[in-house]
């Protein structure tokens, strides 16, 4: 359980028992391109990974799958640059979705 926040959304989802970020995303009805239906393909689900301020430990980015260490590694992605299809969200987690001119 836990909130993820999403940018510039400013909307706040209660995570329920969502696989992916992307899940959460589409259940909340924001706008995220995910071209391949969320298989790790396309990169079009590509977000910036943040976290909120927690007193105490700070949050650890979950590591990356096969699948998105493949895609990252092919297109130079930053270690914040994530698939929200390839991750599971996780309470604190702030989720910026790129805005395309
Ligand atoms: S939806 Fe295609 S890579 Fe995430």
Same mark, same amino acid.
């Given at each position: 359980?836990?909130?993820?926040?999403?940018?510039?959304?400013?909307?706040?989802?209660?995570?329920?028992?969502?696989?992916?970020?992307?899940?959460?995303?589409?259940?909340?009805?924001?706008?995220?391109?995910?071209?391949?239906?969320?298989?790790?393909?396309?990169?079009?689900?590509?977000?910036?990974?943040?976290?909120?301020?927690?007193?105490?430990?700070?949050?650890?980015?979950?590591?990356?799958?096969?699948?998105?260490? +493949?895609? +990252?590694?092919?297109?130079?992605?930053?270690?914040?640059?994530?698939?929200?299809?390839?991750?599971?969200?996780?309470?604190?987690?702030?989720?910026?979705?790129?805005?395309?001119?």
């Amino acid at each position: 359980m836990g909130c993820v926040y999403f940018l510039p959304s400013e909307i706040e989802c209660t995570i329920k028992n969502e696989q992916s970020v992307l899940e959460l995303a589409l259940k909340h009805k924001i706008d995220l391109d995910h071209s391949c239906g969320g298989s790790g393909s396309c990169g079009t689900c590509r977000v910036f990974l943040s976290w909120r301020k927690i007193a105490g430990a700070q949050p650890v980015d979950p590591p990356r799958g096969d699948v998105e260490a +493949a895609m +990252a590694e092919d297109r130079s992605f930053e270690p914040h640059e994530r698939l929200a299809c390839q991750i599971e969200p996780v309470d604190g987690m702030i989720i910026t979705v790129p805005e395309y001119i």
